[in-house]
C-alpha cells in the first residue's frame, strides 16, 4: 500500500485521493474497507460508503453510470488543513483559517443531542463538535448521474 497525506484538500480531496476519482485509488492507499454500506434511494442514485475506521477515514462513492469519490469524511488526529493540524484547534480558530483562505459562507446549528455542526457552504465542508471538541470534517463535491462533478 501506498502512503496517503492526510492533508485536506476542500472541493478537491485528501492528499493524493482526488474528488472524482474510482475506489481502486484509495484501495492502492489503504486496502480493502473494514466495512462497506451500500445505499439506494428512490431515482436510483447510489452511495457506496467505505468505512477505514482505524485510519479515522470514510469515503463516499456516488453515481449511477459511475461510482466516482464524491465525498470523505475524517476524525484522524493527523489531519492537517491549509498546514495546520486541524484536530488541534477550536473552532474560532477553524472559522479564522476558512476566512483567511477565501470561504466565508458560515452557518452553524446544533442537534439535539449537542452535536454542532460549523458549515461553510462555499468550500461543501462541514466540521462536526462535542463539547467544543471537533470530531470530524466532512467535505466533498456535487456529482451527477454520469460520475461527473457538478460545479457549483
Known amino acids: 500500500m501506498k502512503k496517503l497525506t492526510l492533508e485536506i484538500n476542500p472541493k478537491i480531496g485528501l ?4 474528488f472524482g476519482e474510482t475506489s481502486e485509488k484509495i484501495i492502492s492507499y489503504l486496502g480493502e474497507a473494514e466495512e462497506l454500506e451500500d445505499i439506494e434511494d428512490d431515482d436510483e442514485f447510489n452511495t457506496v ?3 477505514y ?3 479515522g477515514i470514510l469515503a463516499f462513492y456516488e453515481g449511477v453510470e459511475k461510482s466516482v469519490l464524491s465525498c470523505i469524511e475524517i476524525n484522524n488526529d493527523n489531519a492537517t488543513l491549509f498546514g495546520n493540524e ?3 484547534i477550536n473552532e474560532a480558530a477553524i472559522t ?3 476566512k483567511e483562505n477565501g470561504y466565508n459562507e458560515i452557518e452553524t446549528s446544533v442537534d439535539e443531542d449537542g452535536e454542532k455542526r460549523l458549515s ?7 466540521f462536526f463538535f462535542i463539547d467544543d471538541e471537533l470530531i ?3 467535505w466533498g463535491v456535487l456529482v451527477n448521474n454520469q460520475g461527473e462533478i457538478e460545479e457549483i
Open 136 to 138: 470530524s470534517v466532512n
Open 86 to 88: 486541524i484536530f488541534e
Open 15 to 18: 492528499g493524493e485521493l482526488k
Open 49 to 51: 460508503i467505505l468505512n
Open 96 to 98: 479564522k483559517l476558512m
Open 53 to 55: 475506521s482505524k485510519q
Open 120 to 126: 461553510f457552504d462555499d468550500a461543501m465542508m462541514d
